[in-house]
């Protein structure tokens, strides 16, 4: 999904509320509704504000580990790549389309295209085994920082690390379940979080892309928006309802607690909460942190996935195998570099770098006024920006090794098969040494399955001359070197006699030519080639020659060195000396650079913090985002972006319609002839509204990616909706949130049940929810 963030400090912000309201638009939340909570703490800290803003179900029926409450029908959906949450008694999950958009890529051909058709699996027999899927359930959750810290909590990083390893080996002792313990607040706080994690997933619907992706790229992060970003998986179990391996004879997961479906509808002010698993937010950066997010790491994202999709689109047009074999990858990166571009934006345009200054101002102050206070913080702001100007350039260094070096497929091929390979060859151990061969043939038979020659060689190849030219010199790996300081080439002068007509002469001139070319022989001639070509045409020719050779780019030419291995021609295999030079380099170079400046960065920061709680004593603070289970809680609510515009807070399938009459000639909005004309028909059954259909809406939730298929959750403890993304406005909100401006986009849950009975013809499947008229 999407990225957002939390609220600096509640007081410090007010200072200057009102002119951000003045600037950046209005609809202002009454109550404060920024913020992600651990639920664990929910009655401790988040209850009697979510009392005002109207929930109507108890604190424990929202987090409670003795008896089924919601956190029960909670699912960290692939280890918190997303969301998801149980909504029958009989294993089915709701998602985002996007969430399951790699399932289904990986389960279509050209022959059964599931993004552009859909699927529907109309009896449990036609489900569709998903393979690596994983869907983890919270068991419990605890404070542990006493347990990590230590009484006095001054634990060595070593300390911390064994104490973690230790209680995370006792919480599983004896079970099946897993353990994760969470950093919090920069390493102030740890929580240990348990899971039961089920593999058997299932996938049993999945709208046709023209509604589950209608507005594509055009519209992501964009409101107002009619996509039907929903799919449904359902979890298998073993015959004690217990995790196992996938089986026909497995049984459908009977859940704890699964959410009750409501068709009542949402209205302006209505409550609404979600509960998920967001990533990752970086809400406590300081304002120097912030200028780089700016000016190096969202630039470098920007370049270089802006490139690589390019590349991806034109072949994903071209040819649909290639579609559909990158349609996930492509997705993903397309969605990353559209959200730095948005944040880019909104961070500049509403000084979010001036907003943090603003606050450190009030922090420098506070610090400076008692000698305790100042020996510990005075310097601390200081520090942080000297120690990230100082990291500056190997930062910028890291993201081009990261997002650019290993863009394309290949050379990770040729690095993680050729080095244990030829590690396994010099060894002189034959068994090992067949062994590895075979597991090398296992592994490009895999990887040559989805491989495009064409596509991954122009992404190498522009990733390298991007690398070269962006990059100073003395950060150049050595590979650079070798491509445009080629050793001479040594070429033997031919030697030519004219005829001859007196045998004793011709004897005499084969002597003389005898000795000639001895001479030649012991004195070779170097020939001086004039190459015409830049540096950046160099490099670019040599990584499609190297492509063109390389045995990582053709599985026949790899086939055959297998069969008659030699490790003196792997070791020469010019994408295994690329990927072999590129990581040497970040070994000798960047990472021994970058490692001290990051390490201290992190203690910096997590004193930082330290202070901000403690000159905020009254205030309570939620720990950024890193996939742990969260709570939100606000209202549906419109919002203005900017002056003489307010965007309702609820879009129609009029709308839809609109776009699609509106703009024939893009793909972007096709819609699926049978959704035409049941609109025609004006057929919506009891999920319409006033002789409409509503398709999304949006609420003050605080969300960031991982919260994708998040459940939005009504007053009552009922599912009205699925959160699928943000609104192009709140794209700064991972690092600094305007409560005013930040929405979190929905499916409306009318709309889901909508497609999936009028549309799919999948009625079935609503007989084993719970629906609430």
Not at 158 to 175: D, F, L, P, S
Request: contains cysteine; aromatic residues 10%.
């Amino acid at each position: 999904m999407k990225k957002r963030f939390l609220a600096s400090l509640i007081a410090t912000f007010m200072l200057f509320a009102g002119a951000v309201t003045a600037q950046n638009g209005g609809i202002r939340p009454e109550l404060p509704t920024e913020g992600m909570w651990l639920p664990l703490k929910v009655k401790e800290l988040n209850y009697g504000t979510m009392e005002q803003l109207g929930i109507k179900i108890p604190a424990d029926s929202v987090y409670n580990e003795e008896a089924p409450s919601l956190e029960d029908a909670i699912v960290r959906l692939n280890y918190g790549m997303c969301t998801a949450e149980m909504i029958s008694p009989e294993g089915l999950m709701l998602t985002n389309h996007h969430c399951a958009y790699d399932a289904a890529a990986a389960l279509s051909s050209t022959d059964a295209d599931y993004l552009t058709d859909g699927f529907w699996a109309m009896s449990r027999g036609e489900e569709l085994p998903i393979e690596g899927g994983a869907a983890s359930f919270l068991i419990a959750s605890s404070d542990v920082t006493a347990q990590v810290l230590g009484e006095n909590g001054d634990a060595t990083d070593q300390e911390i690390e064994e104490r973690i390893a230790e209680i995370e080996a006792k919480a599983t002792e004896g079970n099946e379940y897993e353990a994760e313990v969470k950093t919090m607040f920069n390493g102030n706080e740890f929580y240990l979080m348990i899971y039961e994690t089920y593999t058997d997933l299932r996938l049993v619907g999945f709208p046709p892309s023209d509604i589950g992706k209608f507005g594509y790229d055009t519209d992501n992060w964009v409101w107002p928006r009619q996509t039907g970003d929903f799919a449904m998986i359902r979890v298998y179990a073993g015959a004690d309802n217990r995790p196992a391996e996938y089986s026909t004879d497995n049984k459908p997961y009977q859940p704890k607690h699964f959410l009750p479906i409501s068709l009542k509808g949402v209205q302006e002010n209505d409550y609404a909460m979600i509960m998920g698993y967001p990533g990752s937010t970086e809400r406590y950066l300081t304002s120097a942190a912030v200028s780089q997010a700016l000016d190096v790491s969202n630039v470098d994202v920007i370049t270089l996935l802006g490139a690589r999709t390019r590349i991806m689109k034109a072949a994903m047009d071209q040819d649909d195998a290639v579609r559909i074999a990158l349609a996930s990858e492509y997705s993903s990166l397309m969605n990353y570099y559209k959200y730095c571009i948005g944040q880019n934006l909104m961070m500049e345009r509403y000084d979010v770098p001036g907003q943090k200054a603003e606050e450190e101002k009030g922090f420098q102050a506070w610090a400076d006024a008692d000698p305790t206070r100042q020996a510990k913080y005075g310097a601390l702001l200081g520090d942080i920006r000297s120690t990230l100007e100082g990291n500056s350039e190997i930062t910028h260094v890291e993201n081009y090794l990261n997002l650019g070096a290993f863009g394309a497929q290949a050379p990770i091929f040729a690095l993680q098969n050729f080095s244990q390979l030829s590690q396994a060859l010099a060894s002189g151990d034959e068994a090992a040494a067949s062994g590895t061969v075979e597991s090398v043939k296992a592994n490009a038979d895999e990887f040559f399955t989805d491989y495009f020659y064409d596509v991954d060689k122009e992404i190498f190849a522009t990733m390298m001359v991007r690398y070269y030219e962006d990059i100073p010199a003395n950060m150049h790996p050595s590979i650079f070197g070798d491509i445009l300081n080629p050793a001479p080439v040594v070429v033997m002068e031919e030697v030519t006699e004219a005829p001859v007509e007196d045998k004793k002469k011709k004897k005499k001139k084969k002597k003389k030519k005898k000795k000639k070319q001895d001479e030649v022989e012991e004195m070779p001639v170097v020939e001086e080639v004039i190459d015409t070509r830049t540096d950046s045409e160099k490099i670019r020719d040599w990584a499609y020659e190297a492509y063109e050779t390389s045995l990582a780019t053709d599985k026949g030419r790899l086939e055959a060195f297998l069969n008659a291995p030699d490790g003196n021609v792997l070791t020469q295999d010019p994408l295994f000396q690329y990927a072999i030079s590129m990581v040497m380099f970040y070994q000798m170079n960047v990472g021994p650079a970058s490692a001290p400046g990051n390490a201290k960065l992190e203690e910096l920061r997590k004193v930082y913090i330290q202070g901000l709680r403690e000159m905020h004593a009254d205030e309570d603070f939620y720990p950024d985002a890193n996939s742990s289970m969260r709570l939100t809680y606000g209202k549906v609510l419109p919002y203005e972006p900017r002056d003489g515009v307010t965007y309702s807070y609820y879009t129609t399938i009029e709308g839809a319609l609109e776009k699609f009459n509106e703009n024939p000639d893009d793909p972007d909005y096709n819609l699926p002839k049978k959704l035409v004309d049941l609109y025609n028909a004006k057929d919506y059954g009891r999920y319409g509204t006033d002789g409409s259909l509503r398709v999304c809406f949006l609420t003050t939730n605080d969300i960031t990616g991982g919260n994708s298929g998040s459940p939005v959750i009504n007053a009552n403890g009922e599912l009205i909706g699925c959160a699928f993304d943000g609104n192009w406005e709140s794209m700064s909100s991972d690092i600094y949130v305007f409560p005013n401006l930040n929405r979190t986009i929905a499916v409306d849950a009318r709309y889901i049940l909508f497609v999936v009975d009028k549309f799919a013809g999948a009625g079935h499947l609503l007989k084993e929810m719970t629906i609430i008229e």
